[in-house]
């Protein structure tokens, strides 16, 4: 077997060969050209300001499609930037509508009970649960660039709504005025998307890790399905807190208040609903099982009530819902100050909630079915429809996962099923209102809580576990901080663990020690190849973040103790002294003006302690503030090496020929070889 | 010349040659045994996680020195831990009492003028400035670790206290609830440094980087510059806002107030300290020239104001002191709840400034004179000064840095200088108060002047922009947002540009493109290194930050846009197409669970496009993350390489032999052979 390894092998005895026969001019032949770590060419500064804007702002390049072409086209692509329908619309068959037909009847279904469940669960009339499932639907189908996502309520964000704006206005005493405000709420959310869109900072909704959202997630769905055991109950009295100890408290301290009528057919339709639901998972073909179940369970449930007449034994019902369409609602916006920070605050909470899960679940199917999705552009859209929709009586939308996924499922082709179930709903509230009179309220309550259980997403909790225990921190941080103090706190916690971990990451960069890889040139961290040799003489250290100022005085005394440390060992052994410290820094992305004066600390640390300060591989940003700073003069061009292979063997060189501060000729820049 | 690179060399013509005589098998020799990844050896979580403890809180290992020591031994080196006197007393010498003696005297004359003027600033009785060089003193000389810090009252600290509680109290309608609530700021501030030292969260400081601190001091020092020509003018009445705007307005718009006599003295005493501080400048040897210069001031002025009896004729002076040493003030705190939040926030902010001078001053010093500072045990020792001060009438105090510069050069040994200057300031406030009776105030407006204009570092400002731009900004940031608007204010913009700097960092890593070095096996960056030739069907990007959910979705987004533009160019250029991505990772630090699911995206994406993902060097962190998260099946064992001039061996050797999914055994860990 013939490997580079092996040719270091010879190499190395050939030049042990030599040493033997006195000859070190062999032994250490490159010493005069090694390569040279360039300084990358100057840039103007306003060309490299506006390249880290783009970098920033502009990651995935929205006008490279624009280049080059004739103004009238520009238009059009413009228009189709902002209106994707226009470029899917001429294209559109007789296929796709049929495969969108049978889509959109199927989350229409869907989206009757839930959207009349949530809007209970956001303390505000039935009806607008209809009302949020007919106008955004069609705004989004214009500018959406998702083919999968249906539009329709959340029951997190919801549940945030009822509990933001309950802290300030009772939906009980004061129902008018909540409901202005939940509308005022919903049009500052609508704004803040799409202005976070347009603004390019959808960067933002990434800070809500992973790890944050199932723990979020998890933690909102088990306070709503607490919340739930009222409508099972059939409990009139019920704590406005949402925390787990208030809600068991409030429901064991009135057991004789439960009716055991509303608790049995709660019980019996949420187990319906389970099953079709682990029916369908088990075979993906059923999915419309599970899909038609809400709707079954509340024909059911209505025709029940209906022929036993159980709402005069303590079954409450949903009661009237008024015919016709969206009433319009732009003069309802309540703008006064007392109540407008609070609405402003909801807005804002909701609207990025529901923002993260929308651009998920699009983000999501599109890589399923290999499309592409635009963040920014997706933003624009869902803050579009409701800031219309809050025009016309429609509370918070984006776009819940339960709903699209059987909109993936029953086969939709594009955002034409959005459509379909905006024109179902349109018939539901101009002709079929009357029919939900008898609605059990205990039925909704099952179809919120079969909804939830679907979201406790146990086997990623136990994934994070395995793979990373901070992102399990994170992550049972915003559970429990939702489900035992609020929903609210529990997020403020999650997104401060988060960010407090990236700071923390900046803030205590590890340094590793690197030691050689038996017969190569290859330097590694000793802790992760334990089979490494150390360099007598040599500390290498790799320093693995940018340095910043945050790092600055954390790194000059972590390297002084690596040297203290080194040095204890080596007198302890017997062995050669240190000569040499190697820093390497590759990983060191950047360097502020903090970082160079530590670097200057630590240089002058080393030549007082006798040591010389080798660099290895400076990136380009690093190089070029090192360059400006002066501090490439101050430790000498000729310290600093390519890699720590060239760096190794310099040193080597210079320590056999005790020339500590060799006087050779400068090295040659490896380009001009 | 034989080198490394002419040794490859050779390699390549050989193989060349081996290719046109057909054999294959020499060309690509070392195919089967190329390094191996090597995922580190596995640890238990708590051990584990106390190490990442340690390295975060106990990163100068402070118990390294009790290891192996008997038990009396340990006790007696944690008492010297806390209280350093115990260890540097017994070595105490006379050689050592000499020198400390004078530079003790010499700063006692800087701290009579200096206490007094400061406390002026802070609107609070002129006697606290004197008692306030009394105590804190005492127990920093006991328990501080910095031979060189004098221990005093600071200018910005004492303008910001003013602002902030002046805010809610008005000094002069209310000086009594006004001196309270500063002494209970004081508490507050003692209790939260010395916190923080306990809890070792010292690095909290070093969020306020070197940029932030210049551009913050410039702009606090103008502030009071402006603040000074109240005195100097003679106004009686000015302005209660900090900003120049409003201070200007209140200077311009009451000229026919302004007293020639007072004008007059300042600029003449102004004159005469800053030429005594450009004499001292000039010859170092001259110090006590500048240091004698305030109390020569104030003595002068006091003369002349008793002589000539200008306190008659607009000229106002200090007035009664009263006589005797601090009285205690423990029951004046104040604890009642509509106080007590702007008592902690103040305590809170001028707490953490007075530290951050105090730390950094103590830093400078000692790297000057070559001892080592404990940070945290620094921030415990300012905190229990502050905390015994304020129960003994103390107003905030840190180590000032002109106090400091001053003892430095009068050649202190010892934290005794601290000691001698307390007793001078106890024989002065038992016996020579009634001196200070006719003292100008005129005369402190210029020591404070004086003072302040040395912290304007205009030249370290365009330091930062030759160096760092960003660095420049954070300090414009502070320097303007404290002179237009608020020392508060340009505060928080200033420590908020600097984290959002940090989290943009993470954010939005950069990617480049490696190049080959000819004649080599480095790669290096396109763009730093223009000489580098890119190798042909193999796209290698580097990847220079840790993936974390901040950049996950940015870092899909950019890889996809390379691989595009990467296609286009070769289609264009009608080269090879693209067959192999490697992802050079040695400078992500770590991953979380987000990153993991991008990398899990981008396999899946360049598998769609019929490209082969190969990552060359993950590190310890990252590939123990890789190994759990099973994503190291997903991509196979054998497409992860320690370099990446490896992978593109292997890459090549598959390219060639047109077998993209070769399946060769494993290749053998590289320790194993």
Known sequence: MYTISSAYQTHALL??????????????????????????????????????????????????????????????????????????????????????????????????????????????????????????????????????????????????????????????????????????????????????????????????????????????????????????????????????????????????????????????????????????????????????????????????????????????????????????????????????????????????????????????????????????????????????????????????????????????????SNVIMAIALMFTLLFLTPLFHYTPLVVLSAIIMAAMLGLIDYEAAIHLWKVDKFDFMVCMGAFLGVVFASVEIGLVIAVAVSVLRLLLFVARPRTFVLGNIPNSTIYRNVEQYPGTNSVPGILILEIDAPIYFANASYLRERISRWIDEEEDRLKSAGETSLQYVILYMSAVGNIDTSGISMLEEVKKTTDRRGLKLVLANPGAEVMKKLNKSKFIETIGQEWIYLTVGEAVEACHYKLHTCKPDSTDEEPQPWNNV
């Open 15 to 416: 030049c042990f060969a030599f040493i033997l026969m006195g000859n070190s001019d062999y032994v250490y032949p490159d010493r005069r050209c090694p390569h040279r770590v360039a300084v990358p060419p100057p840039q103007p500064f306003f060309k490299s300001f506006k390249n880290s804007l783009k970098e920033t702002f502009f990651p995935d390049d929205p006008l490279r499609q624009f280049k080059n072409k004739p103004p009238s086209r520009k238009f059009m692509l413009g228009l189709q930037y902002f209106l994707p329908i226009l470029e899917w619309g001429p294209r559109y068959s007789f296929e796709f509508l049929k495969a969108d037909l049978i889509s959109g009847i199927t989350i229409a279904s869907l989206a009757i009970p839930q959207g009349i469940s949530y809007a209970k669960l956001a303390n505000l009339p039935p009806i607008l649960g209809l009302y949020s499932s007919f106008i955004p639907p069609l705004i989004y189908a214009m500018m959406g660039s998702s083919r999968d996502l249906a539009v329709g309520t959340v029951a997190v964000a919801s549940l945030l709504m009822a509990s933001m704006l309950g802290d300030k206005v009772n939906a009980a005493e004061n129902p008018t005025l909540y409901l202005h405000l939940a509308l005022t709420a919903t049009f500052f959310a609508g704004l803040l998307q799409a202005s976070l869109g347009l603004l390019r900072l959808g960067f933002i909704v990434d800070f809500l890790s992973h790890a944050t959202i199932v723990g979020f997630m998890a933690g909102a769905a088990t306070v709503v399905i607490l919340q739930q055991l009222k409508g099972v109950l059939g409990l009139e009295r019920f704590t406005h807190s949402t925390d787990i100890i208030s809600v068991l408290r409030s429901v064991f301290s009135q057991t004789h208040e439960w009716r055991w009528e509303s608790g049995v057919l709660g019980i019996g339709f949420l187990f319906f609903l389970l099953s079709t639901r682990y029916i369908s998972k088990r075979r993906p073909k059923l999915f419309w099982i599970s899909a038609m179940a809400p709707l079954t369970s509340v024909i059911l449930g209505s025709l029940l009530v209906y022929l036993t007449h159980a709402e005069k034994h303590g079954v409450q019902v949903i009661g009237n819902l008024k015919k016709g369409l969206n009433p319009p609602s732009f003069g309802d916006f309540v703008f006064t100050s007392s109540y407008l920070s609070t609405a402003m605050q909801t807005g804002m909470v909701t609207g990025i909630i529901a923002l993260a899960e929308g651009i998920a679940v699009g983000r999501s199917f599109a890589m399923f079915k290999q499309y592409h999705i635009d963040g920014n552009k997706e933003m624009v859209a869902i803050g579009t429809m409701n800031i219309v929709g809050s025009c016309f009586s429609c509370y918070l939308t984006t776009g819940p996962f339960s709903r699209s996924a059987v909109n993936y499922n029953a086969g939709c082709k594009t955002a034409m």
